[in-house]
């Protein structure tokens, strides 16, 4: 969660980092999509992935650039919470 103040930064700052936590997460095995998102209104943002298993999930709780990403938002003032690794019930294609 953030300042509403922050939304900018924010965005600029998730944007910039884009490239190499892309590059990352995309070499880590399991990964079947990942989604970074930002409630306008909320000022709030979330990192939506699926994964093959609950253990390919947690692979994001030690990546590198995934920390370096955290790290520096935390500098702009946002606050997070835990990870959270959720077993899918089911889903809708369009």
Same mark, same amino acid.
């Given at each position: /969660?953030?300042?509403? @103040?922050?939304? #900018?930064? *924010? !965005? %600029? =700052?998730?944007?910039?980092?884009?490239?190499?936590?892309?590059? +990352?997460?995309?070499?880590?095995?399991?990964?079947?999509?990942?989604?970074?998102?930002?409630?306008?209104?909320?000022?709030? /943002?979330?990192?939506? @992935?699926?994964? #093959?298993? *609950? !253990? %390919? =999930?947690?692979?994001?709780?030690?990546?590198?650039?995934?920390? +370096?990403?955290?790290?520096?938002?935390?500098?702009?003032?946002?606050?997070?919470?835990?990870?959270?690794?959720?077993?899918?019930?089911?889903?809708?294609?369009?």
């Amino acid at each position: /969660f953030f300042e509403q @103040t922050l939304m #900018e930064a *924010v !965005a %600029a =700052a998730v944007r910039e980092g884009r490239a190499p936590l892309e590059v +990352a997460v995309k070499a880590l095995p399991g990964l079947l999509d990942f989604y970074m998102s930002v409630d306008v209104l909320g000022t709030s /943002f979330v990192n939506v @992935t699926v994964w #093959e298993s *609950v !253990a %390919a =999930a947690k692979q994001l709780d030690t990546l590198a650039e995934m920390l +370096a990403q955290r790290d520096m938002l935390i500098g702009l003032g946002i606050k997070f919470q835990p990870n959270r690794n959720y077993r899918g019930l089911w889903s809708v294609k369009p």
